[in-house]
């Protein structure tokens, strides 16, 4: 009776379990039928031998001429007449470089510079001897005292000429008539002989100014258009001049366009431009596609595709990046397979999908 009676409670333990069981795969299987299809769309993997997208990059611009002004001399920089984005004339004066807390007064042209206050003793001293050789040479007009006075004369000539050399290294001037488009500066600072006191930028026709990588100046030749945005206008441009070399810091190349039509723009104002970059798949059977339709993890890279209605997870390589491109090819994609592009972040291996048309 008692084996009985276990029995019977065993039995109704299974068919608790079972029935249990049976319940949740049928609520599994109503979850799944009910998941709402995710929308995306997709791309033949045909169409994506070439890939173009559209690049934006930040620019300046600048004159058609422009000119970096640097010091002539070592000092201090005592007197600073521009600022960023004043216009000046040729040879105005921007800038004194002087020495800073010397003993000695100012000379005759202002500076206590040492070696200027030296030539300008000398400009005097050859007066004063050319003005004794004019003086005999009056009382006794000899051949003697005519050369006399004619070496005198060339003398101070020489000492003028020294001592304006001199001061054209201390007086900073505007080499060309146009804008002030960087200041490298302040009153105060201590200069070096060469060191960039500012560039100056011809006004008139202007230039747009701006660096890419290496892997997108392949993508760029000479008369390309692009668009210039400024001041939300838009202006279209072509590239004039692509650099050959990168700078040696950022590694980068400069591109400088024309606005069409010779349109002037603002010089020194920041602006933006922008173009197609075109990338075309080195071998037949491999696709460019953007960087955002492709999920690379520690041991594989994927895809995703349309496989009727649902998502079909598809295993890559991926060859080479560029900007926000790759380049794939996969044994699993032919050219009428259907790629998800946007929602391929948000399927998973057979979840339902609904093409947007």
């Not at 201590?190 to 202007?206: E, N």
């Not at 000479?222 to 001049?241: C, F, H, R, S, Y």
């Not at 349309?306 to 996969?330: C, F, L, R, W, Y």
Request: proline share 3%; net charge negative; charged share 20%.
């Amino acid at each position: 009776m008692k084996k009985k009676l276990i029995f019977s409670i065993v039995l109704i333990l299974i068919l608790i379990v079972l029935v249990y069981r049976a319940t949740q795969n049928k609520t599994l299987v109503q979850d799944t039928q009910s998941q709402d299809p995710q929308i995306v769309t997709t791309r033949l993997a045909s169409d994506n031998t070439q890939f173009t997208q559209r690049s934006t990059y930040p620019a300046i611009i600048a004159g058609d001429q422009q000119i970096t002004i640097t010091s002539g001399t070592s000092g201090t920089i005592t007197t600073l007449n521009f600022d960023l984005g004043t216009n000046v004339r040729q040879g105005q004066r921007l800038a004194t470089i002087d020495l800073t807390g010397a003993a000695s007064a100012p000379g005759t042209n202002g500076l206590k510079s040492g070696q200027i206050r030296t030539l300008e003793l000398a400009v005097e001293s050859a007066e004063e001897s050319y003005k004794r050789a004019k003086d005999a040479y009056k009382e006794d007009d000899t051949y003697a005292n005519k050369k006399d006075k004619e070496i005198a004369e060339i003398s101070v000539d020489s000492a003028k000429a020294t001592l304006q050399s001199a001061l054209d290294n201390q007086f900073v001037t505007a080499p060309i008539t146009g804008t002030v488009i960087e200041r490298s500066v302040s009153l105060g600072d201590s200069v070096s002989m060469g060191q960039s006191i500012a560039t100056v930028s011809k006004t008139g026709l202007t230039k747009v100014q701006f660096y890419v990588s290496s892997d997108e100046l392949s993508s760029m030749k000479i008369g390309d258009p692009l668009m210039i945005t400024i001041d939300q206008k838009e202006v279209a441009g072509t590239i004039d001049i692509i650099s050959p070399q990168a700078d040696p810091t950022t590694k980068r190349f400069l591109i400088e366009a024309k606005p069409a039509n010779g349109v002037a723009l603002t010089i020194g104002s920041v602006a933006s431009v922008s173009f197609d970059i075109t990338r075309t798949a080195s071998e037949k059977d491999r696709l460019i596609v953007p960087l955002s339709v492709i999920t690379i993890g520690q041991n594989e890279a994927y895809l995703f595709a349309d496989q009727n209605g649902t998502a079909k997870k598809m295993i890559i390589t991926v060859h080479t990046i560029s900007g926000e491109t790759a380049e794939i090819s996969s044994s699993d994609i032919t050219s009428q397979t259907k790629i998800i592009f946007n929602g391929s972040k948000l399927v998973h291996d057979g979840d339902p999908i609904t093409i947007a048309q």
